[in-house]
């Protein structure tokens, strides 16, 4: 003899309730396949272009921060070129003394020993921007920053040799004060004007990478935004699951004290059957 109490918890009011508390947790509209084969591919989609798109935001934004500090460093170094120059007009004229010029050419020696470790020593995490390296004062290699999704979204910036060598500087760094006359004085001018153009050139390209950055990274941005407001759609609505996932609860709550109560009085019938 079989005895059964036809008595049963209705199974959908458990998935509906894990599913309600799944959203919940995640603060994703779906889940798993089950929710929503189509939709769950297009929100992944979504997220995961979004995630290239922060990626992409932060090599940007390492770029722009780079090409600020090498700006930066050439300003200081522009400002050198100026009191150099300054310099070597006084001493370019005979009423300068032989012992003031002498401490003229002392004092723009100095300076362009400045000049030369701002070059060695400006860096961004490790990488020396103004020249080969800290010891090596060659042109710098070229750099390519990625900003975008795809391999071809490269922003180029060209090598640099913003140091006393690289800009024909050399021969007034190495003259001797003993034979460094008015005259000489006058035919470096022309040395440090080459050197004032060849280092504006360096601060112009600079300056058109670090706006070709910042125009990619705001582009970017916009793209993220929009990417991200599409993939909203598929958010949790917290007010709704919440709501569903109290009613479900309860639900489950009532079915499990029905299918106890139910389950007693099965068992006394059984007995009275039996006695």
């Given amino acids: 003899m079989q005895i059964s109490s036809n008595s049963t918890i209705n199974p959908n009011v458990y998935a509906s309730a894990n599913q309600s508390l799944a959203r919940i947790a995640t603060g994703i ?86 000049f030369d470790k701002i070059a060695s020593g400006t860096n961004y995490n490790g990488q020396t921007l103004l020249q080969k390296s800290a010891t090596n004062n060659s042109a710098s290699d070229s750099q390519q920053y990625q900003s975008g999704l795809k391999g071809n979204n490269i922003i180029e ?24 006359t008015a005259t000489d004085a006058r035919s470096f001018l022309a040395n440090v004007d080459k050197a004032m153009n060849g280092l504006n050139d360096i601060r112009t390209d600079i300056g058109a990478t670090q706006k070709q950055l910042e125009s990619a ?43 106890a109560q139910s389950s007693n009085v099965n068992q006394q019938n059984v007995l009275r059957l039996l006695s």
């Fill in 29 to 114: 509209e779906l889940n798993q396949s089950s929710d929503n084969a189509s939709s769950l591919s297009i929100a992944n989609s979504l997220l995961t272009q979004s995630n290239g798109y922060s990626k992409a935001i932060e090599n940007t934004n390492s770029a722009i921060a780079s090409s600020q500090i090498a700006s930066g460093a050439t300003n200081e170094q522009s400002k050198i070129l100026d009191n150099v120059k300054e310099k070597l007009l006084q001493a370019s004229t005979d009423t300068t003394s032989k012992e003031g010029r002498d401490a003229i050419l002392k004092e723009i020696k100095s300076q362009l020993d400045q």
């Fill in 157 to 180: 910036s060209s090598g640099v040799q913003s140091n006393t060598s690289g800009l024909g500087l050399t021969n007034l760094v190495n003259q001797d004060s003993a034979t460094f």
């Fill in 217 to 259: 990274n705001r582009n970017l941005l916009t793209q993220q935004t929009s990417t991200l407001n599409a993939a909203s759609l598929f958010d949790t609505d917290y007010a709704k699951e919440s709501s569903n996932f109290s009613k479900q609860n309860i639900l489950a709550q009532i079915g499990a004290y029905g299918q």
